[in-house]
């Protein structure tokens, strides 16, 4: 259940571009949390929250990671922030990735940009939980790279650079072919993106999470509808969503 | 003892604060957050007489102290809303006001019809406002004698208490309320929203889809206020204020400006507890300024 | 290198940032933080027929990202400002905009034809939407066939050109504008303040004297920023902007959504060295969004 | 002349109730301030900069002394501004109190609650000079009273307290007869205590400094006029005064 609660910052560091990471303590969001749901941020004089996904959890620390980029207004007052000072946050906002390891020898995750940070605490979770972890992390270039070597961690990983100033150069899908066998897969990342990979990996069972402007960030105001095939005709991405099976939505 | 209540037409309110329509849903989201039987009244998200699915995304904004908005009246249809919202609603102690809205007179009349079937709603806001709405609903909103036929035609179509929403993109707000005073309204609930404009530059296009959208928050409190001290006036039927309330300072603003009871919207998703907190910080507030009830306020505006 | 130059009727530019009428006094006091020649031009203060000394005070109040004003015209005379204000103004190389006001349509056309047998004021600005006149004003500026009728006998009075400035507190801002395009205006001046209400809680009275004021900054700048992009839509006469601006990406976002030019208010008090700071950030700003000139970008959404 | 300087935080205390005296470095404006003149304070997201009157000046450690209090948004933020911050101030700002000591030998200071600050600054500069200085402070009970020593060094000091829990009870009025002979007053305080001052005064030649809600704070806006016995019919507060002649203006 979401819930309002007040977290407070305890570290914070730009780990690449423009890039980043803050560690959040809470008990109630960082036992609750499962990958793939979300922080829903306040900052003052602002009136709409900022949704940041969960990038980590350590249960026994009681610690919530998150990494954003620095885009606009919100997030450059976010970077700011101090330790020690306290965020005002709902959360675990959503629904996130369902981790299922029944049948399952090997997941493969794609992330681009800062669709990357959610692909985190759920490669982790199939990691602890034995399930072979294959990862395509997508960035602008060299600068942009961040979490690596965690991800290298988690099994194997592949980098790509749309400047090919790191990795492969090109979009997440040109790795794609180098990716052995696996069961399903789990994206993050822009829309074009998601887009191109759902469409080449059609024949697989896929989950991705998916980003719209939220006004509440509950499911109150729908804002954040998403056309879906089903009968209903359409998800809230804060409430039914961020993270929706890759079949049934109208990308 | 602070006394909270308010009595209006079809509303025995415990205190004057409800959320505002299309910024609560139909409570169920924010009952995770808080009893709703805190709440003085429900005001749902709009009704129309067939699910509608709204406008392309995105359909907010933020600006400096407000939001825009433009979500096209997605809701499930008055049928559905009876089915299984209205319902979870009336578990609470709290009165239940649909918002309705529509296209055309007809459907106005058909949804205001099918709500009056129902026992759990308490009264109806006719939105003749919602800025969001090609088809029509726009001139229904600036336009008195428009605005006065469909108020007329509702009236008639439903027993329930009707308190008509206007609309703050007039040149005359004063004209509108006696309009729809004269055609029967038995309350008045203001302001909806302005229309606005923001242009994302990187993109180069409206940050709405739909272009335009409402503007609402903090911003446009100062004009929520003028138009109701200005209607307070003029009629004597009871307003329902509302346009960035975020504290129960701003609530004593409202009633000493002339409204009756207030809604909060835009403040709801800064704060899912806001109403709850507002009501909780109110009888201190009234305490503060020297009123010992909420009827003491209305309209204590010192000129 | 980024031109921002923009030619407009009776105005050669160097650049398109002006102060607004009201919120630059007559440029002495600003000439203390920045040579005024770097200006595009500089709107003054009103001048009606006679001195006026305006409304009681408080005559201002800070609101949630904006402020409300009812200064109520207060000047010194059309014949005293040309005689002590224009000759200073004159010695700085930009263009001024004389703004004029009246209470009746003769006031009006006496101050146009005054202004018009100095040399060196180069245009018009009509305020006909002032809210914060009692007699007459706020006439003009809510009814389009007064607003026609004003700016055509002012267009006779005077050789200059005439920019017309339209309130925001209409139903419909296209009509207005449509009216005085066609009565002869050279070009349109948008936004004017939106009339406001503050209630001062420990006194109970309206914090303004005058109750009402009219509400500014950025705040109002998503209701501009829609309506220039509506006129725009429907007029040929070119637009000078404002409403809330207060960097060099809102003055793109004018730009964007039709206006030629725009006049930065309420943001010199927060700042006096504001017009001169984004003079020298919009080169850089236009760039990084893509434009080589002012031009340019004008109406240059993407819808 | 007045101009746009950014002045660091060197201290701030609350030193009576809700009343904060706060040091700021600025050489310019330590230089150039006069008595009587103000500072036009901006607080981050606050579209009006606050007025607030300089109690004191140290020109050779270039510090300017304020006192305040917290009345409401603005100088409710103020309070929070730590050492060591800069605020974003204009200054020194109108006219001040002319200092002129011809012919003088005694002066009298009436101030009133958040008017005693600018009294400090003129009442050192005349004893200072050698100028005999009376004071009379008017607070509204004991746990407002700021400052007594210090003016207490500048001369006699009376104190009075609205509701008498501190020196005698009453208004600063009440106390005058026990003031003994003086050439000129000068005072700054609440409306209705200038209003019975300068009608009590009025056989003497006296200053007193206004408040009024400003816009601008430089002369442009017309915002703070006040009307005044002269031809032009009025005078602007925040340039013209904040110090008027209490024999031409009208209160
Ligand atoms: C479910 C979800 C998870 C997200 N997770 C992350 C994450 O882990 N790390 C990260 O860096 N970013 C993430 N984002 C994107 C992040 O929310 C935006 O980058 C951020 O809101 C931008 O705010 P701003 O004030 O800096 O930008 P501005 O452009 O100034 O924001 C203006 C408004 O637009 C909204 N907005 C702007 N961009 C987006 C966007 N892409 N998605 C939704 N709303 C947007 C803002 O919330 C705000 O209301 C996520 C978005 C969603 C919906
Ligand atoms: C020349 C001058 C010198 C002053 N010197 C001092 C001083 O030394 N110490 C001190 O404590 N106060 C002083 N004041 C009063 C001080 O400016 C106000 O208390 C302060 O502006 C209140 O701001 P706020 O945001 O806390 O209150 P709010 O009521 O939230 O302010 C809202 C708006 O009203 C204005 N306002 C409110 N009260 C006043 C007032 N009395 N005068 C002018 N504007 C007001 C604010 O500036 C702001 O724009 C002075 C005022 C003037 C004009
Ligand atoms: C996201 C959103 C959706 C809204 N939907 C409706 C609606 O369906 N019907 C209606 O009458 N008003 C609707 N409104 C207007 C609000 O009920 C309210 O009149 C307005 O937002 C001003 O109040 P506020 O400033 O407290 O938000 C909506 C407002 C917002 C922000
Ligand atoms: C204190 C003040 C005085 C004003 N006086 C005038 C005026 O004399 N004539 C006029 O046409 N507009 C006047 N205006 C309106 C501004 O010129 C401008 O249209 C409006 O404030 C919106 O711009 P802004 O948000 O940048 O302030 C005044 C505004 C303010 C705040
Ligand atoms: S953000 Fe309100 S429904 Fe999703
Ligand atoms: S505050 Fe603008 S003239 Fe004094």
Known sequence: MIKKESMQVISSKEIAKDTVEMKLENSYISETAVPGQFLHILLEGHSLRRPISIADVDKEKKLVTILFKKLGSGTEQLAEVNSGALLDVLGPGGNGFTVDTKGKSTVL??????????????????????INVISVLGFQSKEHVFYEEEFQELGETFIVTNDGSYGDKGFVTNALHKVGK???YYSCGPLPMLKAITNKLQEKTGFISLEERMGCGVGACFACV????????YKKICSDGPVFDAREVVL | MIDLKVQLPGLNLKNPIMPASGCFGFGREYSQFYDLSKLGAIIMKAATGRERFGNPTPRVAETSSGMLNAIG????????????????????????????????????ELVAGTFNATKDVHALELNISCPNVKEGGIQFGTNPSMAAKVTEKVKKASNLPVYV????????IVGMAKAVESAGADGLSMINTLTGMQIHLPTKQPLIA????????????PIAVRMIYEVKQ?????????????SAEDVLEFLLAGASAVAVGTANFTNP????????????????????????AIGKVVI
């Open chain 1, 109 to 130: 995750l794609i992330g681009g940009g800062i669709g990357v940070p959610p692909m985190y605490y759920l490669g982790k979770t199939y990691a602890n939980q034995g």
């Open chain 1, 182 to 184: 696996f069961d399903n």
């Open chain 1, 226 to 233: 998403l056309p879906t095939k089903t009968e209903k005709g």
């Open chain 2, 73 to 108: 009246l997605q809701n499930p249809g008055v049928e559905k809303i009876i089915e299984n919202e209205v319902p979870f609603l009336a578990n609470y102690d709290t009165s239940i006001i649909a918002n309705v809205a529509g296209s055309t007179i007809e459907e106005y």
């Open chain 2, 165 to 172: 929403k206007l609309s703050p993109n007039v040149s005359d």
């Open chain 2, 210 to 221: 739909n272009k335009t959208g409402g503007l609402s928050g903090p911003a446009i409190k």
């Open chain 2, 234 to 246: 003029h009629v004597s039927i009871p307003i329902i204020g509302m346009g960035g309330i975020t």
């Open chain 2, 273 to 296: 507890l806001i109403c709850s907190e507002i009501i909780d910080a109110l009888p201190a507030t009234l305490e503060k300024y020297g009123f010992t009830s909420v009827e003491d």
